[in-house]
């Protein structure tokens, strides 16, 4: 309970903060302020399911923020999945994930594109 407590006050948080960016800041980070808004409400979940599938792909976190957009793109697209339970079986195989059983993947794609300009 604290935890789900403290984790609201730290989202408040960071919705002010973004809130208070000027359009220049965000511009410089490469996102609209509607998506930074819903990037910071995002579960925290999300975003480290995609560097999870990532490092499936031999991408690690550095390559998959690379292209801010895409980026962006990518969580949106996890946020959304209905794959979720596929997903998470899928990637507790750890080490055994192969890309090639990604397929259900709406982002599996992308993976292999940034895999292959790596």
């Known amino acids: 309970m604290f935890e789900w ?12 903060t973004i809130s208070a960016l000027g359009e220049r800041d965000l511009s410089d980070m490469g996102v609209s302020r509607e998506q930074a808004l819903n990037l910071a409400a995002m579960p925290r979940a999300i975003p480290a399911r995609v560097q999870a599938m990532g490092r499936v792909f031999d991408l690690d976190a550095d390559a ?20 979720t339970l596929e ?5 507790s ?15 599996s794609a ?5 895999t292959a300009a790596a």
């Open 5 to 16: 407590i403290r984790r609201l006050a730290r989202q408040d948080h960071d919705l002010a």
């Open 64 to 83: 998959l923020q690379r292209d801010r957009a895409q980026w962006v793109n990518m969580v949106e697209t996890c946020a959304e999945c209905p794959h």
């Open 87 to 91: 997903c998470r079986s899928f990637l």
């Open 93 to 107: 195989l750890g080490d055994f994930a192969r890309p090639g059983a990604a397929g259900f993947c709406p982002n």
């Open 110 to 114: 992308a993976f292999r594109g940034q």
